[in-house]
């Protein structure tokens, strides 16, 4: 596997469901981030952990739960979701936080 | 407060023509770094060139260039040549003081006609 991968590539869960989406880098980065991607709306940055401590949380609800056991693995864990969290779930990643990030191919989740 | 403004939300461009997506940026940072990513429908966002402000030279990658214009605070793409695979949405995004956070702009969808 090489660079930033994602799985799975595509969720659908009820809205009483846990689920957990997965992201793997192989780049040898030290920081991993977490954006959603909703219709119509830029693309908004979630979660950043630097040197798998979190530095970063925007305001997300508490219903996504990030996790970072090391530098090459991030999850995102779902739980009582909404319908409008239905998105495409892109996760990146970079050498350090000033460095250019690249992504993985993304989660696209459908909540019912 | 940071913006990224992409005017254009789609374009038509024959194979084989240049192509300019346009950006203008805000902010009040002194140092900031600008960047260029394609999203095909797989959903996958691809790096594609980056600029840094204090760059005295326009950013080139093969067929990509940015047009810098830092007293406009502009940052276009150029596409030379462009290829049917360049059919994709294309993201203009900024990077300012707080390192870690990019913002990113709403997009412009570039098809491209054979």
């Known amino acids: 596997e090489t660079g930033v991968t994602q799985t799975p590539r595509h969720l659908v869960m009820g809205m009483t469901n846990k689920k957990s989406l997965k992201c793997e880098q192989h780049l040898g980065h030290n920081a991993m981030y977490w954006y959603k991607q909703s219709a119509k709306k830029p693309l908004e940055l979630m979660f950043v952990y630097n040197f798998k401590e979190q530095t970063e949380n925007n305001s997300v609800p508490s219903r996504f739960s990030p996790e970072c056991p090391n530098s090459s693995h991030l999850f995102l864990h779902l739980h009582t979701l909404q319908p409008e969290d239905s998105a495409l779930y892109l996760c990146?990643?970079?050498?350090?936080?000033?460095?250019?990030?690249?992504f993985g191919p993304g989660t696209r989740l459908t909540v019912l | 407060a940071q913006k990224i403004t992409q005017t254009q939300p789609g374009m038509f461009v024959q194979e084989k023509e240049a192509v300019t997506l346009d950006c203008t940026y805000d902010?009040?940072?002194?140092?900031?770094?600008l960047f260029w990513y394609k999203q095909p429908s797989s959903g996958e966002m691809i790096f594609l060139i980056y600029q840094g402000s204090y760059d005295q030279q326009n950013a080139t990658e093969g067929r990509y260039s940015l047009n810098f214009q830092k007293a406009r605070k502009s940052a276009n793409l150029v596409i030379s040549a462009s290829q049917l695979g360049d059919s994709a949405m294309y993201f203009c995004?900024?990077?300012?003081?707080?390192?870690?956070?990019?913002?990113f702009g709403s997009g412009t969808r570039l098809s491209i006609r054979p």
């Open positions: 990146a990643s970079s050498q350090v936080v000033t460095d250019t990030q690249y």
């Open positions: 902010t009040s940072d002194p140092s900031y770094g």
């Open positions: 995004a900024m990077r300012g003081s707080s390192a870690s956070k990019i913002i």
